[in-house]
């Protein structure tokens, strides 16, 4: 249950330490303690207290946030589970995605390297919540890293809700686009734009936008969302030269699964998003099998 200030006052006795007082005891303890049980039961305390929203501003002030960094750094697994609870728990404040969002590399680390159930768990609570409160680039997060250990704990785990929280659906390819595919596909449209030509030295070619956009489509169109899926919008941005002879993995991921569904997709060469973007889709609702 939330606190609201009234009920604090309540539960607090007449002598009794202020809230944001007890909090910053906390964090002063953690830094000053050479018990590491101490400090076990300090990162539990905090993480406790993030989960309501009445303490945030107490752990802001605190600089609690870096106190949930520092445990993630920890070689003590109790630690890390403490600060990625509580990250977990505080991901919704504006200040914390900010900050979260400055060490996300740190946090993505610590989900691929576990193999701690329940920092998994907490680590996909918080990326989901990230991923639908809209306040953190989804570029930032879906690195092939953390979508390849999403899928591997999706088939490993025997615990519901790690499998529940990883289903994330996505389908993912490689392909590596020839000269003889630009000429194909030159022909088709009528685009002869030199740069997609031999008249263009290899390092400097392209392959055409329109082609990346069409494999995502037959993606859309055949495996995810799948057939009788129709486009209504699509956004989409061309960030980088996608080049000919060197592998291109394609991933279309589905975000929102409805009536009128939203699938996100980039193309990647040597961990490069080359082409990115999302679309709404009119979608039939059918049983598919997302584990490729």
């Known amino acids: 249950m939330f606190s609201s200030h009234q009920s604090l006052r309540r539960r607090t006795p007449a002598q009794g330490i202020e809230r944001p007082e007890y909090i910053a005891h906390l964090v002063d303890e953690y830094y000053t303690t050479t018990n590491v049980e101490a400090q076990e039961q300090v990162t539990a305390n905090l993480a406790n207290f993030a989960y309501d929203p009445i303490n945030w501003p107490y752990l802001l002030q605190a600089e609690a946030l ?20 509580a990250l977990c728990n505080i991901c919704l404040e504006k200040s914390a995605v900010k900050f979260i969002r400055e060490h996300l590399k740190l946090i993505t680390d610590l989900f691929v390297r576990t193999d701690h159930p329940e920092i998994v768990l907490h680590s996909l609570t918080l990326f989901y919540q990230l991923l639908e409160s809209e306040d953190l680039d989804r570029e930032l997060l879906l690195v092939p890293a953390v979508l390849k250990t999403v899928q591997e704990w999706r088939q490993k785990s025997d615990d519901l809700r790690i499998v529940q929280l990883s289903g994330l659906q996505q389908v993912q390819l490689t392909k590596r686009f020839t000269q003889q595919d630009l000429e194909q596909f030159a022909r088709f449209t009528g685009d002869y734009n030199h740069i997609h030509s031999q008249d ?18 037959g993606i859309i169109g055949t495996k995810l969302p799948g057939p009788g899926t129709v486009v209504l919008e699509q956004n989409f941005r061309f960030l980088k030269p996608c080049r000919i002879e060197t592998d291109t993995v394609v991933t279309v991921r589905l975000m929102k699964s409805r009536k009128i569904s939203t699938v996100e997709y980039d193309c990647r060469q040597n961990e490069e998003v080359v082409f990115a973007g999302n679309a709404k889709l009119l979608t039939r609702h059918q049983k598919t099998d997302f584990t490729e």
Not at 68 to 85: M, R, V, W
Not at 200 to 217: F, I, K, M, Q, S
Request: overall charge negative; charged content about 20%.
């Open 66 to 85: 870096d106190v949930f960094t520092a445990s993630l750094e920890s070689a003590n697994p109790h630690l890390k589970l403490h600060g990625i609870a």
């Open 200 to 217: 263009t030295p290899v390092e400097e070619r392209r392959v055409h936008g329109a082609l990346l956009n069409a494999v995502v489509a």
